[in-house]
């Protein structure tokens, strides 16, 4: 049985950052991480492939945010800086058995963790 379990969640003034945590079990060939902010939809943050090292990343938060993974931990990160008030939301881990397919189509990815809150005081 999968497992994702993110962690690191919190709150944080603007302008600061926090690293989210995802320990994920079984082999993945993708993971990403997705949020849902109050009011809107379930969105793509950014995504790796897994063993390939590239990652696709939202405009919105080029430059400010990072993803790796360590595959000794089989942990995916996610390194936020400079955070805006909009990166407010509940962060999402997800995973799927294959590279091929969009990074923004959430129904590829079959495993999703329960989520961790990020709030950003303005």
């Known amino acids: 049985q999968v497992q994702l379990v993110e962690s690191g969640g919190g709150s944080v003034q603007a302008g600061g950052s926090l690293r989210l945590s995802c320990a994920a079990s079984g082999y993945h060939y993708r993971m990403g991480w997705f949020r849902q902010g109050p009011g809107k939809e379930l969105g793509g943050v950014v995504c790796?492939?897994?063993?390939?090292?590239?990652?696709v990343l939202a405009d919105s938060v080029r430059g400010r945010f990072t993803i790796s993974h360590d595959n000794a931990k089989n942990t995916l990160y996610l390194q936020m800086n400079s955070l805006k008030a909009e990166d407010s939301a509940v962060y999402y881990c997800?995973?799927?058995?294959?590279?091929?397919?969009?990074?923004?189509?959430?129904?590829?990815?079959?495993?999703w963790g329960q989520g961790t809150q990020v709030t950003v005081a303005s």
């Open positions: 997800a995973a799927r058995g294959t590279y091929a397919g969009s990074c923004s189509v959430l129904t590829t990815f079959p495993y």
């Open positions: 790796i492939a897994i063993r390939l090292g590239s990652t």
